[in-house]
């Protein structure tokens, strides 16, 4: 019965395909005059207008495919990859609360970048006109989402390089998500959730769309834009905007709010690794579409970001875990899930500036940097409990510098012809290290200006009881695991 | 009527329970739970921070035996639960004063 109805199908669709050509022979062709050959032309000229119509549109069927494949997998890094990194990491009474935290951001970051957010980060053109800060071009989604032209009676597609501004905004609104989702992990267990929610308000509108336009949008961090701080920073995916910002403000947060109580006399151990490492793993994945998708379309550095990606996740979990293996005697799990993140962070910056091999060696580096960053904090006196300024503060700055070092012209030839990094002759490094420089103090300033205000107003942390009930309990009324 | 409360380690609770059975015990319950003898803790590292773990997890068994049955069943426990190292457990003995079956309300012996 299929095989009837599939010849059916072939048999109309040969018919269908052969009307055109008994239609054309049906016309006469011994009448040929000069009108009959500027038609010949006028109707090659729009043939050709429209294989290449039909060329643009599998470009942008190409690029925009890609484009929100990868939209998908960022969001993926929140939650479930995120929630699930740390959700394993704190005790078991606090699970819940911190995959709230990830997902209610997946939610709170979303309207803000609808509202406002895309416009502050990216509005303004790139000339150099908005060097601090966005404008209001794209409130509300004006200028993102389609509009109706009535002088030509036809929808405007707003284009943003090769992709829909629909398609950009929205991948950017990912990395919108999960960088005050990372800060999460150094007040875990202790901060009352509705400051954490206006600490991220306040912190994504003051901190974090300021950075993203100086180094994303022409501003004053941005490479090669006039007026750029020691001729800006080359930053592909977030080294700064999203590691750096993210741990550094995270390392404040941490001693601001003090350490979780009964730190260093109660058990802390992480309830549950299993999620842990399941979710490094998909933070792993999610990272594919960070960092490679940060190329914003589909090409030839599209594929050396995605190998450099994972070359650098790869050394990174192998470094981290051979480090505890010659120091501790064992490699551990949360090593292997914590090297894999630790090298993602690292070539972040870099990824679509440096082959293969730097990144093999970027990733082992940040592997063993942050581990011993890590084991650092306890004797320091700190309590980032989830060590969110460990892997992502001292990974991104690591990655960032190490970008002045190996970045090569080879693969993106930015600065055209010029080399790059300090390995091939170049002067980058200077930039990078200004920009570090840049993103530390003004995350310093700006998340302590923003803290002492949410202090100010609903306090930082829960109450001491309710910190020993756990989060679950005492700010969401729930339990995580309710075993009969 | 005795209660037997034996604490075993976990690999060696199928062949309590089988031991048990064979010598006619036909009930028993059982809780996961953490503690310490002679055994000693271990220590765990995360990201560098060591904690030391005392509390070592062990299978505690619970049941109730006639006074007849005590000694059959201490021995069987004994004999299935050992390895000859430490960390073998513990077997305590209590007097019980009354059993009673929920379905029937039978008492006593007959409730065992």
């Known amino acids: 019965m299929v095989q009837f109805v599939l010849l059916l199908a072939i048999g109309s669709v040969l018919a269908a395909s052969q009307l055109p050509t008994e239609a054309s022979a049906q016309e006469p062709v011994d009448n040929a005059t000069v009108e009959d050959k500027t038609g010949q032309m006028a109707d090659s000229v729009s043939r050709v207008d429209e294989a290449m119509a039909k060329a643009d549109e599998a470009l942008l069927a190409g ?48 309207v803000l970048w609808a509202l406002y957010g895309y416009s502050l980060a990216f509005g303004g053109n790139d000339e150099g006109e908005n060097p601090l800060i966005g404008n209001g071009q794209y409130l509300f989604m004006h200028e993102v989402a389609r509009s109706w032209d009535a002088a030509t009676n036809t929808p405007i597609e707003p284009m943003e390089g090769s992709i829909p501004r629909l398609t950009h905004m929205l991948f950017q609104g990912m990395f919108f998500i999960i960088t ?65 910002s993210a741990g550094v403000s995270a390392l404040l947060c941490a001693v601001m709010i003090g350490p979780r109580k009964g730190q260093g006399t109660e058990d802390m151990r992480p309830h549950n690794l299993t999620y842990t490492a399941l979710g490094a793993a998909m933070l792993w994945v999610g990272w594919f579409g960070f960092n490679a998708g940060s190329e914003l379309l589909s090409d030839h550095l599209t594929a050396s970001a995605f190998c450099v990606t994972h070359f650098a996740a790869a050394a990174g979990a192998l470094a981290w875990a051979c480090y505890e293996w010659i120091t501790q005697g064992k490699p551990s799990v949360l090593g292997v899930a914590s090297g894999a993140v630790a090298g993602l962070v690292c070539i972040t910056p870099a990824a679509g500036f440096v082959n293969p091999m730097p990144a093999l060696l970027m990733g082992a580096l940040a592997g063993v940097v942050c581990c011993i960053a890590c084991s650092l904090k306890s004797r320091l006196g700190y309590d980032d409990s989830l060590d969110a300024f460990g892997v992502h503060g001292i990974g991104g700055t690591l990655g960032a510098l190490l970008t002045g070092l190996f970045a090569t012209r080879a693969c993106w030839d930015i600065a055209e012809g010029k080399p790059l990094g300090l390995f091939e002759g170049g002067s980058v490094l200077t930039g990078q290290i200004a920009a570090v ?19 100010a107003t609903l306090g930082l942390r829960v109450s001491s009881a309710d910190e020993q009930r756990g989060l679950d309990l005492s700010e969401h009324n729930e339990e995580g695991y309710i075993l009969f | 009527m005795k209660k037997i409360e034996a604490i075993i380690r976990h690999f060696k609770l199928e062949d309590v329970k089988n031991a048990l059975s064979e010598h006619g015990i036909a009930g028993m319950t059982i809780t996961e739970v953490r503690g310490f003898g002679r055994q000693k803790g271990h220590s765990e590292t995360y990201r560098g921070t060591e904690y030391a773990v005392d509390f070592v997890p062990k299978v505690k068994v619970e049941v ?40 029937t309300g039978e008492t006593g012996g007959e409730a065992l």
């Open chain 2, 64 to 103: 109730a035996v006639s006074d007849d049955q005590l000694q059959a069943a201490i021995d069987t426990i004994i004999k299935a639960a050992q390895t000859g190292q430490i960390g073998d457990g513990k077997i305590f003995i209590s007097e019980l004063t009354e059993s009673i079956r929920i379905r």
């Open chain 1, 437 to 455: 420089g840049v993103t530390w103090i003004f995350s310093i300033v700006g998340t302590f200006i923003l803290l002492k205000i949410v202090d």
């Open chain 1, 63 to 110: 690029h925009n495919g890609w484009m929100l494949t990868c939209t998908a997998l960022v969001l993926f890094m929140t939650a479930p990859g995120l929630a699930m990194f740390y959700g394993g990491l704190v005790r078991r009474k606090n699970v819940l609360g911190v995959i709230m935290q990830c997902l209610f951001l997946m939610g709170l970051m979303t």
């Open chain 1, 180 to 244: 005050p989702a990372l800060i999460c992990g150094a007040f875990a267990e202790r901060m009352k959730f509705s400051s954490m929610i206006l600490f991220s308000i306040l912190w994504g509108t003051f901190v974090y769309c300021p950075l993203c336009h100086w180094v994303w949008d022409g501003g004053i961090l941005a490479f090669g834009a006039d007026g750029a701080i020691a001729g800006g920073a080359l930053d592909f995916a977030g080294g700064t905007v999203v590691h750096i």
